[in-house]
Nanobody, 120 residues
Framework: QVQLVESGGGLVQPGGSLRLSCAAS????????MGWYRQVPEKKRELVAT???????NYVDSVKGRFTISRDNAKNTVYLQMNSLKPDDTAVYYC??????????????WGQGTQVTVSS
């Protein structure tokens, strides 16, 4: 069984910073791409950033230059450093990981979500 546990959300003023963390645990054989998505009410979940096991990153245009995704492969953990936050960044943020569990095939796993609110 594989679990993703997120932490680090909260309330921040415009221009502020937050760092999200997501740790994968359980019977993990290998972890491939990890990423962050976000969702606001009545809208589809959108990709924010991804990072491959080799460190290749990808960002949605609206966060380029402000957000940085990174990972610690030894800890099966992915991070999202968010700087210069804007009210439009307000959303529930979900982490995702493509994982091969021991004795099983590749599947996508989601965290429980963490609320990020940018407001003065």
């Amino acid at each position: 069984q594989v679990q993703l546990v997120e932490s680090g959300g909260g309330l921040v003023q415009p221009g502020g910073s937050l760092r999200l963390s997501c740790a994968a645990s359980g019977s993990i054989f290998r972890t491939y791409d990890m990423g962050w998505y976000r969702q606001v009410p009545e809208k589809k979940r959108e990709l924010v950033a991804t990072v491959s096991s080799g460190g290749i990153t990808n960002y949605v245009d609206s966060v380029k230059g402000r957000f940085t995704i990174s990972r610690d492969n030894a800890k099966n953990t992915v991070y999202l450093q968010m700087n210069s936050l804007k009210p439009d960044d307000t959303a529930v943020y979900y982490c995702n990981a493509q994982i091969v569990p021991i004795g099983a095939t590749l599947s996508g796993y989601w965290g429980q979500g963490t609320q990020v609110t940018v407001s003065s």
